[in-house]
């Protein structure tokens, strides 16, 4: 039975990717709590009615994962939010620029493979930077938003390994990672020129992208515990108070 993630999406005006991570299946069959952790698109250009809506909510922090030049040309709007920055600065877009400028061929087959070695490099070069962001939501009691620019990829991994920590069963990830194709609305004003294939292909998220990373987590760090207990430096005991914090007792 396919399963069901309608319910989680939080309407914004002026954000389209805003959804809770909570009501999935963990470890031993204990949820993931609802309204304790949410993953977005950029907060940029949110109104008045969307940072209500936020207030009620109760968040009181957001990790923007998102690269210096993007949070210059975009910045959060989050008045009363404490903000955190911990960059991942988006390198596909910067390998189709360098292939353009060369001249090279640039369609969709191509872009899909720059898309795997982006999220090859998340797990080779990231891991630390995603080990602070679990280690905040682990410490902190109040509800945490997490994003990037689209939603997709960096908060697309980091929610993959929040929820693979939480024991989550990677095809549940697979159906949260894909939710992006049906909630996000394209931005021009954060698109770089390129082909309308391409473009497609960078803007939206493909299972093989996912796999990609899991494949790399598998074959280069023996799985996903030692990853996480490696690269990513989530202790056996962060990843108790992690589970404490967002597994339900019952």
């Not at 809506?53 to 939010?81: F, K, M, S």
């Not at 982006?118 to 509800?143: N, S």
């Amino acid at each position: 039975m396919a399963l069901d993630r309608s319910d989680i999406s939080i309407a914004l005006h002026g954000a389209s990717n805003f959804r809770d991570l909570g009501g999935l299946s963990g470890d031993a069959g204990r949820r993931v709590r609802r309204a304790r952790v949410y993953r977005s698109d950029h907060l940029g250009r949110l109104t008045d009615d969307d940072l209500q809506r936020l207030n009620t909510l109760g968040v009181t922090h957001c990790v923007d994962l998102r690269g210096a030049h993007e949070c210059q040309a975009l910045p959060n709007r989050l008045p009363g939010i404490t903000i955190e920055h911990l960059s991942i600065d988006p390198t596909v877009l910067r390998r189709v620029r360098e292939r353009q400028k060369q001249g090279q061929a640039l369609g969709r087959a191509e872009a899909v493979a720059l898309m795997q070695e982006t999220y090859e490099d998340f797990v080779r070069l990231r891991g630390p930077v995603f080990g602070q962001l679990l280690a905040r939501i682990a410490g902190r009691e109040a509800p945490l938003v997490f994003h990037c620019t689209a939603g997709k990829d960096r908060t697309g991994m980091a929610a993959a390994l929040l929820l693979g920590a939480l024991g989550v069963h990677r095809d549940d990830v697979m159906t949260d990672y894909l939710l992006t194709n049906h909630l996000y609305r394209r931005d021009t004003r954060v698109e770089e020129p390129a082909p309308p294939e391409v473009l497609e292909v960078l803007w939206q998220v493909q299972p093989e992208f996912l796999h990609t990373a899991w494949r790399c987590i598998d074959e280069e760090f023996g799985g996903i515990d030692a990853y996480l207990a490696g690269p990513v430096g989530l202790d056996a005991a962060a990843r108790e108070r992690l589970r404490e914090r967002l597994l339900a007792q019952d």
